[in-house]
C-alpha cells in the first residue's frame, strides 16, 4: 500500500496551493506527464480515479457479454481468439485497477463501489448478445469506439493511465480486427449467416454511439478535462470520427446502416440521424436490458469467491508465522 | 436441419490421438466456463489462460487425428460433429467445475498425470506426438505448479476452506484409476514405442498427489473403487450438456463456414 501512503494529500495552505496549481497546469500546458509522486489539484486526482476506475470496470463488465460465447463458439479457432480476447479484457481491468491505485485508491474500494452500483461503467455493456454476429459487432464497433476514445488518451496528461492506453489500444486494435474478420466471414457466407450479421449491427449501433457520451452542449466534465489534457476531442468530434471511419467498411461488407437519415454532407463527413438520449439516460439509471444481469453475475463471482480469498490470506498468514517462528529457533 | 454426426474410422492410432485431444478439449471447454466468473480477476486470467493451453493441444491432436484418419475430417469436424457415444475422454475432465476447490483439485489431479504422460510421450516414436509431447509438457507443469499451490492454500486455508477442499478430493478421487488405464488397442501402440505406458505413472502420481494433499492437510480416500467408461463412450450425464452447449452453432447451420 506505499502508494496511498506517498499519495497522502499533503498539508498546505490556500496561497501555496495557488502557486503549486499554476505551476501544475504550466507542466500540463507543456505537454509534460504528471507522475504518482508529483503534487496534483485534487479535483484533478478525483477526476482521474473516477475516469480510469470506471474504464477499469468497464472492462471487467464488458468480459460477461462476451464471455457468453465463449463456450458456444462456432469453430476451436473462434473458440481460442475469443478467450483470448476476453483474457485480454481482464488484463486490461487489472491494469487500469493499477493505474488506479497510483493515485492513492484501492482496488477494493473501487470493486465494492461497482458491485454497490455506486460506480458507472460503459452503457454498452448492458445490452445482450444474441447471436454470434453479435461478437463479430462488439470487436468491429464497440472495439473500434473504445480505440477512438482511446487513442487520444495515450497523451493523457498523467503518465500512469497515458502508458497503460498505449498497451491496451494496441491490443483493441487486434481485437477490432478478429470482430471485422468474423463479420467478414459471416457477410460471405449463407444468407442466414448475413442476415445475422445485418441484424447485429442493426441492434447495435445506436447503442455504440451512445459509448461516446452525451452531446457536447449536455457534456459534464469535458471542461475541466479539456484544460488537464486528459480529453482532447470532444464527444461529438469522437463519434463524428467513428462514423466516417465506419460507413465505408459497412460498405465494404455489405451492409445497410440502420439509420435511414444518414448521409454524406459536402466535406465527405456521413451525418447521423437523431440519437434517442433517452435511451442512453435509462441505460446508465441502470434500466438497460442487461444492468440487473450485469451487476448480479458480478456480485455473485464476488460472493461466492470470498471464502476463497480468505482461505488464500488464512494460508499466507499462517506461512508468515511459521517462517518467523522457524526463524526464531 | 442439423448437422449429423460423422462416423470416424478408429483405427488404434486414431483413436488413441482422439482420447487425449478429446481430454485436452472438454478440460479447457470446463475451465473457460470460468471466464469471468473467477473468484479473482487474477484466477479469471489464470483459468482462460489454462484453458487456452488445454483447447491448443487439443487442436493440435483433432489435426493429427484427422490427417492419421485420411477421410476428409477435420479439427471442427472432430470437435463439433461426434455425440456422447463417440467421445472418448476421460470421466475427470467432464466433472462439472462445482466451486473453486473442486476445479483446483480436478486441475490437480489431471495435471499432475499429464505431466508425467506427456514427459514420456516426448520420447515417442511418432514424431508429431512427440512434439505435440514436448509443448504439452511445459504447460501441464505450469498447470500442476498452480493447482499444486491452490490446493495446498484450500486445505490449509480456513475451516471452511479445508472442509471444501477435502470434499473435493473425496468426490473426484473415483475418476483418478482411468487415467491409469490401458486396453488391447493401446496396448498395441505401446510395444510399438509410440504409446506411453500410463500404468508405470501411478506410483510416481501418488508420490506428487500424496506431497500435495499432505502439505494441504489433506486425506487421500482409502476407497479404491475406480469408475471407468470415458474412454470406451460410456459418459457421464453432464457430458452430453457440455457437448450440446459446445456444439449448438456448428449443428444448428450444417456445412456454415465461421
Same mark, same amino acid.
Given at each position: 500500500m506505499y502508494t496511498q501512503a506517498l499519495n497522502s494529500p499533503e498539508e498546505g495552505s490556500l496561497a501555496e496551493d495557488a502557486v503549486r496549481a499554476s505551476r501544475f497546469q504550466a507542466r500540463v500546458d507543456a505537454e509534460e506527464r504528471i507522475e504518482p509522486n508529483d503534487w496534483m489539484p485534487?479535483?484533478?486526482?478525483?477526476?482521474?480515479?473516477?475516469?480510469?476506475?470506471?474504464?477499469?470496470?468497464?472492462?471487467?463488465?464488458?468480459?460477461?457479454?462476451?464471455?457468453?460465447?465463449?463456450?458456444?463458439?462456432?469453430?476451436?479457432?473462434?473458440?481460442?481468439?475469443?478467450?483470448?480476447?476476453?483474457?485480454?479484457?481482464?488484463?486490461?481491468?487489472?491494469?487500469?485497477?493499477?493505474?488506479?491505485?497510483?493515485?492513492?485508491?484501492?482496488r477494493e474500494e473501487l470493486v465494492d463501489a461497482m458491485l454497490a452500483g455506486k460506480a458507472k461503467y460503459s452503457s454498452i455493456f448492458n445490452y445482450p448478445t444474441l447471436t454470434w454476429a453479435d461478437i463479430g459487432v462488439i470487436g468491429w464497433?464497440?472495439?473500434?469506439?473504445?480505440?477512438?476514445?482511446?487513442?487520444?488518451?495515450?497523451?493523457?496528461?498523467?503518465?500512469?493511465?497515458?502508458?497503460?492506453?498505449?498497451?491496451?489500444?494496441? #491490443?483493441?486494435?487486434?481485437?477490432?480486427?478478429?470482430?471485422? #474478420?468474423?463479420?467478414?466471414?459471416?457477410?460471405?457466407?449463407?444468407?442466414e449467416q448475413k442476415a445475422m450479421a445485418q441484424d447485429a449491427l442493426n441492434r447495435w449501433w445506436w447503442p455504440v454511439l451512445m459509448m461516446f457520451g452525451p452531446p457536447d452542449q449536455a457534456s459534464q466534465h469535458s471542461d475541466a478535462s479539456t484544460k488537464w489534457k486528459i480529453k482532447r476531442f470532444s464527444n461529438d468530434e469522437l463519434r463524428q470520427k467513428f462514423i466516417d471511419a465506419t460507413v465505408p467498411q459497412a460498405q465494404y461488407l455489405g451492409l445497410t446502416m440502420p439509420d435511414p437519415e444518414m448521409t454524406?454532407?459536402?466535406?465527405?463527413? $456521413?451525418?447521423?440521424?437523431?440519437?434517442? $438520449?433517452?435511451?442512453?439516460?435509462?441505460?446508465?439509471?441502470?434500466?438497460?436490458?442487461?444492468?440487473?444481469?450485469?451487476?448480479?453475475?458480478?456480485?455473485?463471482?464476488?460472493?461466492?469467491?470470498? $471464502?476463497?480469498?480468505?482461505?488464500?490470506?488464512a494460508y499466507a498468514e499462517k506461512r508468515a508465522r511459521r517462517q518467523m517462528a522457524q526463524a526464531a529457533e | 436441419m442439423t448437422a449429423p454426426s460423422i462416423t470416424v474410422s478408429e483405427t488404434p492410432l486414431v483413436l488413441y490421438t482422439l482420447r487425449r485431444a478429446d481430454d485436452a478439449l472438454i478440460l479447457g471447454h470446463r475451465l473457460s466456463e470460468w471466464c469471468g466468473h473467477a473468484p479473482m480477476l487474477e484466477e479469471d486470467m489464470a483459468l482462460s489462460n489454462m484453458a487456452l493451453d488445454l483447447i491448443g493441444q487439443a487442436r493440435e491432436l483433432y489435426g493429427y487425428a484427422a490427417k492419421v484418419e485420411g477421410r476428409g475430417h477435420d479439427e471442427d469436424k472432430l470437435a463439433y460433429l461426434r455425440d456422447v457415444r463417440q467421445y472418448r475422454n476421460l470421466l475427470l475432465v467432464e466433472r462439472p467445475n462445482g466451486d473453486f476447490a473442486h476445479t483446483m483439485v480436478r486441475q490437480l489431479f489431471y495435471a499432475a498425470f499429464a505431466d508425467l504422460y506427456w514427459r514420456g510421450m516426448m520420447g515417442s516414436t511418432d514424431a508429431t506426438l512427440a512434439a505435440i509431447a514436448a509443448k504439452s509438457e511445459k504447460e501441464c507443469a505450469y498447470h500442476l505448479r498452480h493447482a499444486s499451490e491452490w490446493v495446498i492454500r484450500l486445505g490449509d486455508g480456513t475451516d471452511e476452506s479445508h472442509r471444501r477442499a477435502q470434499a473435493a478430493v473425496d468426490d473426484l478421487w473415483a475418476y483418478t484409476g482411468e487415467m491409469f488405464s490401458v486396453d488391447g488397442s493401446e496396448r498395441g501402440l505401446i510395444d510399438a514405442g509410440i504409446a506411453t505406458d500410463p500404468t508405470m505413472l501411478l506410483p510416481e502420481w501418488l508420490s506428487i498427489v500424496s506431497h500435495v494433499a499432505r502439505e494441504a492437510t489433506l486425506v487421500l480416500p482409502e476407497n479404491d473403487w475406480m469408475q471407468q467408461g470415458g474412454r470406451d463412450g460410456r459418459h457421464s450425464e453432464h457430458l452430453g450438456h457440455l457437448l450440446s452447449e459446445l456444439q449448438y452453432m456448428q449443428r444448428s447451420f450444417p456445412g456454415a463456414t465461421w
Open positions: 485534487a479535483a484533478y486526482r478525483k477526476t482521474l480515479v473516477r475516469q480510469i476506475s470506471q474504464h477499469a470496470h468497464s472492462e471487467i463488465v464488458g468480459m460477461l457479454p462476451e464471455g457468453n460465447w465463449i463456450t458456444r463458439a462456432p469453430s476451436l479457432r473462434r473458440k481460442a481468439a475469443l478467450l483470448a480476447k476476453v483474457q485480454d479484457e481482464c488484463g486490461h481491468g487489472l491494469y487500469l485497477y493499477a493505474a488506479a491505485e497510483t493515485l492513492g485508491a484501492s464497433l464497440v472495439d473500434g469506439a473504445a480505440i477512438m476514445n482511446q487513442i487520444p488518451l495515450c497523451r493523457c496528461s498523467y503518465g500512469p493511465y497515458a502508458r497503460a492506453m498505449i498497451r491496451v489500444c494496441k #491490443e483493441e486494435s487486434f481485437h477490432q480486427r478478429q470482430g471485422y #474478420e468474423i463479420m467478414l466471414t459471416l457477410c460471405r457466407g449463407t444468407a454524406q454532407d459536402a466535406q465527405g463527413h $456521413w451525418r447521423h440521424g437523431p440519437i434517442d $438520449w433517452n435511451e442512453f439516460k435509462q441505460v446508465l439509471a441502470g434500466n438497460g436490458p442487461c444492468n440487473r444481469d450485469r451487476l448480479s453475475a458480478r456480485r455473485k463471482a464476488h460472493a461466492d469467491g470470498a $471464502w476463497v480469498r480468505e482461505a488464500a490470506a | -
